[in-house]
């Protein structure tokens, strides 16, 4: 969860949801498909023995194996580095969290791919809400997140994917939102 707005009167709490448009993605995204840029190239250079490169002379690989096996991983790193461009173009994991008090109902959005569940949207009452749960599990791949616990549903994730929240964000949004819900909070 990124960003809090409210209402004025504080009947309403919106969160916007950071989605894959993040710095860590653009970056992978950009060397991913320089990389597999160049290593098309090579492939190619080598196989045309003209170079394309200029900052290498692929001309002097054999065309087999070594050309042949440079375009392949080029072709594949540019179908990687195209994914990762049309994930970040559609904002997949992207959304908000909104909270209003005013209508009762609370609903979760997030993009997906396209397709049948482009929107993922779940809506329900205020009321079904009987927790604020923290997760936190530290180690080698650790992981940070806040539910929602919600009458005869799984519990719904409310915070992003990827890069877990510092600890002290974490227990922050926890506590707001478990106080803007009147609800307890859970697992600290």
Do not use: C, H
């Amino acid at each position: 969860m990124t960003a809090r707005i409210t209402s004025s009167d504080n009947r309403v709490l919106r969160q916007k949801i950071l989605g894959s448009r993040r710095f860590s993605n653009y970056w992978w995204a950009t060397v991913i498909t320089l990389g597999g840029g160049g290593f098309l190239l090579s492939g190619l250079s080598s196989y045309y023995q003209v170079n394309l490169l200029p900052f290498a002379n692929p001309t002097e690989l054999n065309f087999i194996p070594q050309g042949i096996v440079m375009g392949f991983y080029g072709v594949l790193g540019l179908l990687v580095s195209l994914y990762l461009w049309l994930t970040i173009l559609l904002d997949v994991g992207g959304g908000y969290n909104e909270f209003n008090r005013e209508t009762g109902k609370a609903q979760i959005f997030r993009w997906g791919f396209p397709g049948k569940n482009r929107r993922v949207e779940v809506d329900f009452p205020l009321e079904d809400v009987q927790a604020i749960r923290v997760d936190i599990k530290e180690g080698i791949n650790p992981r940070r997140a806040i539910y929602l616990r919600v009458k005869n549903r799984a519990q719904i994730p409310l915070t992003r994917v990827g890069q877990p929240l510092p600890l002290s964000d974490l227990e922050n949004q926890g506590a707001e939102l478990a106080r803007f819900l009147s609800v307890p909070l859970e697992g600290l």
